[in-house]
């Protein structure tokens, strides 16, 4: 990245993940003067590559981020390491100030710094996770397929999640780490396919040199587990954003925060659009990118009109003023032949 930035940009991009990275190429291309200001601390930092993504699977994504870089710089973007701590609205405009007190203006603003995911307070997990402490099925679940997995219940998803895994392994283990034991519906569905269930609160994960070999339960016990699914409260990094009214919002589901926006992008601040995990919070890099891209056109296009009403009242002026100069040489006029 570079520390390239100049005073005013039709737009800034806060974030520069694959939502921000497509928002970011397609306004460039649209020749919009636009920045893409990132903080350099991507959710997916830990993977060892990005999946699902098609004709780029298993790509490393600190490669993927380079070459949307690259591609943005290609159609004169530019790309800004920095920290965005601030915002605030100045008439038809934003001012957004770094952490190091640079400030720029922007016309709009493309929100896609993404979220936190907070973990269970369990020891072990933290420093096993992007490993072998996963939590999406379809992110890592082809990498620990048929191993012994342990799914803990540490969220509202869990009974959907343990299911998902299922299909990965017929070595599933579901701990209840102290919440209430599943319904008798619930604990049909999981004997059903085999899914033993175990009760009682999770104290930590054991590793050996290797990863991890179990899970520990208060009363001492450990079960021996080789992966360990757990669902996080996702947060959406918005902090930057509460000068302008702009706050993250509990989700419907239970399942963390995030920014509401209507089907194009747009959130209830005017000039402001969110994309990627910031407002989707299951989504994957492919479905990021893809909101990014359709924020950023639509970015463009409200940038279009707000040019035709600009480019209208110019012109209304000149023609306004071109009147008044001829009515004033024919009044001029009339008074040399005295009349």
């Not at 400030?103 to 269970?120: F, H, K, N, Q």
């Not at 899914?195 to 001492?220: Q, S």
Request: aromatic residues 4%; hydrophobic residues 40%; glycine residues 12%.
């Amino acid at each position: 990245m570079t520390g390239q930035l100049e005073n005013s940009y039709d737009v800034v991009v806060a974030g520069g993940g694959a939502a921000g990275l497509n928002g970011a190429l397609m306004l460039a291309r649209s020749r919009r003067r636009v920045a893409v200001i990132d903080a350099g601390r991507p959710r997916n930092a830990p993977a060892e590559g990005v999946h699902g993504l098609l004709a780029r699977d298993g790509m490393p994504p600190a490669e993927l981020l380079e070459r949307g870089r690259s591609e943005v710089r290609h159609y004169g973007g530019h790309i800004v390491s920095g920290e965005i701590v601030g915002a605030v609205r100045e008439n038809d405009s934003f001012t957004v100030t770094l952490s190091d007190g640079r400030s720029v203006r922007a016309r709009r603003l493309l929100v896609t710094t993404g979220l936190i995911d907070e973990l269970p307070d369990i020891p072990g997990l933290r420093e096993r996770w992007g490993n072998d402490v996963v939590h999406c099925p379809y992110c890592h679940g082809w990498e620990v397929r048929d191993r012994a997995i342990a799914v803990l219940s540490t969220g509202p998803m869990a009974l959907h999640q343990v299911q998902l895994f299922r299909q990965l392994s017929d070595d599933i283990v579901f701990f209840t780490d102290d919440r209430p034991e599943p319904t008798a519906e619930e604990a049909g569905r999981l004997a059903a396919r085999g899914i033993r269930v175990v009760p009682g609160k999770v104290t930590g994960i054991e590793v050996g040199g290797n990863g991890i070999t179990g899970v520990r339960l208060a009363d001492g016990t450990v079960v021996a587990r080789e992966v360990v699914a757990v669902g996080t409260r996702m947060v959406a990094r918005t902090d930057f954003l509460n000068d302008l009214g702009l706050d993250a919002t509990e989700h419907p589901a239970g399942i963390g925060s995030y920014v509401p926006t209507d089907a194009t992008g747009r959130t209830e601040v005017a000039g402001i659009w969110a994309a990627g995990n910031v407002t989707d919070l299951s989504a994957q890099v492919g479905a990021s990118a893809a909101a990014g891209a359709a924020a950023g056109a639509q970015i463009n296009a409200d940038l279009v009109e707000e040019d035709v009403r600009a480019a209208l009242a110019a012109r209304d002026t000149a023609f306004d003023a071109e009147s008044e100069a001829r009515l004033a040489e024919s009044v001029n006029s009339t008074r040399g032949r005295g009349i």
